[in-house]
């Protein structure tokens, strides 16, 4: 097989089940390793926990239960394929909520158990980090990884799978949370980050000049905390002055969105030039931002660097990356052992490269 031989793996796993139930999306997709992606299938809960104004997890674990195997037998439908011509079955293991991890845990082993196939427990960030590999034009080893996501944000050198080097994270608010939690600030409905962004389109940049974390310091590591204590402060200012308007709000969210694109831009080419490279890696749901991939492509393309996303479907929380990063360590002979158990905390520098032939 193509994937197997690029790799130097062992032996081959041609059709693999891929199930993500991480937090609030439900992901099923199937990954040939000759053919490529065969099929995938989402389903959000934000109707569920919009009302909350975010991720109720006990609510998450129960859409999952309803949810999960009806998306599996869908997918196997659209690729055209029976349970017993998996060859092998990725579920999500961690980091996440518990209730929602072991959804697709037990229904991934259950069903691996029944059909005698391997099954293998994938770290969800890692399945993040390899998502630009299903693009068209995928980057070559080694890069640097922005990961940036609800609940992470992390830089990280990319060697090989398995091969990774921390080189900075947000000591407290991912940007991800950061968007959210501007968003209640803001009065906009949830899920936050995609709202604030569209509401930011109509502001103007140069009202408000919010500070830029952490870029003055020495190193990679990020924080998000002050820059929302900030935006509450300037939210405040201008509702006792004035009532907070609809112009202000999107003025708000201009300079807060502005703030954090200019901080991960700096942080990624300060980790560039500090690892030599010339390759960027972008994942995770942040990396749907447009002003992000715009700033990007301006500050760093005249510097001769290659900025690399997945498919703008794929940015997001999804099967597909699961079955993908499932594929790769269970064609190199990685399976489960019998006390497998999900990890809610699992840390990527844990990972490990697979053996090979």
Known sequence: MLLCRAWGFRRSVLKVLGIETSCDETGVAVYDTDRGLLAEALYSQVAVHAEYGGVVPELASRDHIRKTLPLVNEVLQRAELEKHELEGIAYTAGPGLMGALMVGATLGRSMARGLGIPCLGVHHMEGHLLAPMLGENPPQYPF????????????????????????????????????????????????????????????????????????????????????????????????????????????????????????????????????????????GGVSANRRLRRVLAEKLGPKGVAVHYPPLALCTDNGAMIAYAGALRLAAGQRDPDEAEVRPRWPMTLLHPPEVA
């Open 144 to 283: 640097v990884a922005l990961l940036v996501s609800g609940g992470h944000s992390q830089l990280v050198r990319v060697d090989g799978l398995g091969r990774y080097t921390l080189l900075g994270e947000s000591v407290d608010d991912a940007a991800g949370e950061a968007f959210d939690k501007t968003a209640k600030l803001l009065d906009l409905p949830y899920p936050g980050g995609p709202q604030v962004a569209k509401l930011a389109e109509n502001g103007d940049p140069g009202r408000f000049d919010f500070p830029r974390p952490m870029v003055r310091q020495p190193g990679l590591d990020m924080s998000f905390s002050g820059l929302k204590t900030h935006t509450l402060t300037t939210v405040r200012a201008c509702r006792e002055a004035t009532g907070l308007t609809d112009q202000d709000r999107a003025d708000i969210a201009c300079a807060f969105e502005i703030a954090v694109v200019d901080t991960l831009a700096i942080k990624c080419r300060r980790a560039l030039e500090q690892e030599s490279l010339n390759t960027l890696v972008m994942a």
